[in-house]
Structures are given as structure tokens and as C-alpha cells.
């Protein structure tokens, strides 16, 4: 027979269906944050030896719980099959729909435990609110107008003209405005609008679509007068150069220039640049680009030798060094383990800079080096075999965390 477990940590702890013999498999939980259980099953709780207890949920006998990590959504035809009434537990986002009758909500829903974001249209959220429940989080209610969006609704002039005039619209997420629209358009095809998340638009919009919201107050990204949005990260070589979509750009991923890129090319092409994530460059154009974009407020690289640029996992071999010509700037945001054979007298020759905005691991010779070099300093650096000195040994018998259990 296996030695009874010690767990550190549980989110959700489920006694719904523990038995004495599923309970005899721990010997104690330190923590948790809410456990759930029924009238028959409520005294074994104690022969857990919890240490502190959070909350407690009681689920009536008989109900059948759902249990979703992530986004559950709640729909018309969510109780229709059900045969006994419905307890649900999520950890991450429950979305009620819509046009869920009542009623059903009344005799199928026997209670919900939600760890993360609970939305609601508002006519069903009393509905909701009269079962046990408990939400560790945000709950918000929307109101339930006439269309409804979740996810990321994209606002452009097919859509609007799809639309009736003064039309009712209810986003539980985020809009997107990524082309200037007519205002006069915006006025007339939207009647109250409601957002959960957030707002990106042109600054020429901004202002009629705000004049639209109803019950909400979103968070808005505002693309400069005359600025072109770029979603994607952007590489400025001689090739993008020639059919750039504008001549001033709003960047929401990495920027990198090239280093065959001269000042003399971006006069004509780039009149303006905003980088939201991150701007890398040649040390050579760093006066070009400071008329260009507001170096105060971005988060840059100027690089003066050779750019080795870490956006996934890779591992730094003595070959790759053995190869490079002079010196480079190291910029990871990804993960980077280097080998242990890279000599730090290496690294200290031939990292001119490092910009850790990611994970990188090495050994505790290798991360003192990189520490006297670095420049942004965001990521995390860790030296394996000093850092698995100081963990204590794997037992067997003791789990340190687990999200979701049960018994």
C-alpha cells in the first residue's frame, strides 16, 4: 500500500464522491483554499488534518458537479439534458450567455464556485446569485442587448454596414478599431454599446465610439492621429521598407531594424514610430530613429556589434561562439540555456551586453558574468547547479501543490 501523501497547497479540494478509503490516501493538507463537499461527506474533511482552510462550499446530495480549468460557457442549451440539478466549479472564466431561461437556471442549477472572472447578463443574474455560490475574483453583469459578441469583435465598415441603424451590441471581451472609420458611420450604425475588456482605435474614433458606450467604462488604447497599427512584430529591412502601410507606425509587437538599414533608408518610408513591446537597432542609428520615436518612453536596444536575438527556446553552444566574428549583443525573450562548456573567460569576451527580458539558465560561474553585463534586467537568470543545492531532496510522500483535487 502507498504512503499517504502531505500536500503543501490545493486550490479546490472536492469531496463530493469521497469515500473513507479515497480520504485514507492523504495524511494531511496544509492549505486550502475552498473545498466543496455534501452532507454525507462533510466529516471526512477532518480526517485530512487540514491546517487552514479558506472557505466551504456545501453541495446539495444528489447534484452532478461539472468542473472546467479555463472557460466554461453557460448557453441555452446548457441544462437541457440535465437530469439531476448542476453544480459547477471553474477555475478560470464562466460565461453565462444570453437567453438562458430562468427557469432552468431555478430548477437545474444547484449552486457554482467560480476562481477567476464570472459574467452574467444582468436579467439572470439575480437568478444565479439566489444558489450557493462563491467567486474568488471579478463578477461582472452585462447587459443583455440586442447582439452579442465574446472574444475580440473587429470593428470595420463591413461590419458596421451589416448592421441596423441605432443596433445594441454587448462585447464580453475586447474591440478592435484597427482602420480609421467614418464617424458618421460609427454614430449611425451604433446604439449603445457595451465592453468588458478593452478598446483599441485611432484617435480620429475615439471619441464617437466612447459617446456609444453604455454601462461600461473600458480601457482604451488610442493609435495617434496619423499613425498606421501594426500588430505583428516588425522587421524594418530594405524589403519592408519599399511597402510599409504608412509612414508612421504603432507597433504592438517587437521591432527590430536591420543592420544592412541606414539612416538615408528610413528618411521618405518612416516618419514616425511607436513601439509598445520592444525596439532593436544598430548603435549607429539611434540619432535617426530618437527624431523618429520618443526613446524616453520606449523600451530599447541599441546594439554596436552583432545581434544574436533568443525569441524561443535554444541552447548557446562553445560553436556558436567559435563562429562569431568580434563581439555581440545577447537579447533573449525567450529561454536560453547555455552550455556548461561555454568558459566564462568566453562569455565575458564575447557578450558585449545582455538584455534578459526572458528566462536563461547556466551555471553560477557563467551567471556572474552575465550579471556584470547586463542592461534591461526584466527576466529571471538561474544557475542550475547552485540552485539545486539549495532545494531540499524529492519525498515521496509530500506533493507541494495541486490545483484541483478529488477525492
Not at 487552514?52 to 453557460?74: E, I, R, Y
Request: glycine letters at 8%; aromatic letters at 6%.
Amino acid at each position: 500500500m502507498d504512503t499517504p501523501k502531505t500536500i503543501g497547497n490545493v486550490n479546490f479540494l472536492d469531496l463530493t464522491r469521497a469515500t473513507e478509503a479515497s480520504v485514507a490516501t492523504i495524511k494531511q493538507i496544509n492549505n486550502i483554499n475552498m473545498v466543496i463537499y455534501t452532507p454525507e461527506t462533510y466529516p471526512l474533511l477532518a480526517r485530512l488534518n487540514p491546517g487552514n482552510v479558506n472557505g466551504t462550499l456545501l453541495v446539495p446530495t444528489g447534484a452532478s458537479v461539472v468542473t472546467q480549468t479555463g472557460k466554461m460557457l453557460v448557453n441555452a442549451e446548457f441544462f437541457k439534458s440535465a437530469e439531476r440539478p448542476i453544480y459547477i466549479l471553474v477555475t478560470g472564466k464562466l460565461l453565462v450567455e444570453p437567453g438562458v431561461p430562468a427557469d432552468e437556471v431555478e430548477k437545474n442549477l444547484a449552486g457554482f464556485a467560480v476562481t477567476g472572472h464570472f459574467l452574467c447578463p444582468d436579467d439572470l443574474m439575480g437568478a444565479f446569485n439566489s444558489k450557493p455560490n462563491a467567486v474568488v475574483g471579478t463578477m461582472q453583469a452585462y447587459p443583455s442587448l440586442e447582439h452579442f459578441f465574446t472574444g475580440c469583435l473587429a470593428l470595420d465598415t463591413d461590419f458596421l454596414n451589416n448592421l441596423a441603424d441605432g443596433a445594441e451590441i454587448s462585447v464580453v471581451g475586447g474591440l478592435e478599431a484597427a482602420k480609421v472609420l467614418p464617424n458618421d458611420l460609427i454614430e449611425r450604425k451604433l446604439g449603445k454599446l457595451f465592453v468588458s475588456g478593452g478598446v483599441t482605435c485611432h484617435a480620429e474614433n475615439a471619441q464617437a465610439i466612447r459617446s456609444r458606450l453604455f454601462r461600461s467604462q473600458p480601457e482604451f488604447r488610442v493609435i495617434p492621429a496619423g499613425y498606421e497599427w501594426v500588430k505583428k512584430p516588425l522587421v524594418l529591412d530594405a524589403d519592408t521598407l519599399d511597402i510599409l502601410p504608412g509612414r508612421k507606425l504603432y507597433c504592438k509587437e517587437l521591432v527590430q531594424v536591420g543592420p544592412g538599414v541606414s539612416a538615408a533608408d528610413l528618411d521618405g518610408r518612416v516618419d514616425g514610430l511607436i513601439a509598445e513591446d520592444l525596439l532593436i537597432a544598430p548603435a549607429a542609428l539611434k540619432p535617426a530613429l530618437a527624431s523618429r520615436c520618443n526613446l524616453f518612453e520606449t523600451r530599447a536596444v541599441f546594439h554596436p556589434d552583432e545581434l544574436w536575438l533568443v525569441q524561443d527556446d535554444q541552447m548557446l553552444d562553445p560553436a556558436r561562439f567559435e563562429r562569431l566574428q568580434g563581439t555581440a549583443t545577447l537579447v533573449v525573450t525567450g529561454e536560453l540555456a547555455i552550455d556548461p562548456g561555454v568558459a566564462p573567460s568566453v562569455l565575458a569576451a564575447k557578450l558585449s551586453k545582455v538584455h534578459n527580458l526572458g528566462a536563461i539558465s547556466c551555471t553560477p560561474e557563467q551567471r556572474a558574468v552575465l550579471e556584470e553585463r547586463l542592461g534591461l534586467r526584466e527576466g529571471h537568470i538561474a544557475a542550475g547547479k547552485e540552485e539545486a543545492e539549495e532545494e531540499e531532496q524529492p519525498r515521496p510522500d509530500f506533493i507541494p501543490n495541486v490545483n484541483h483535487l478529488a477525492l
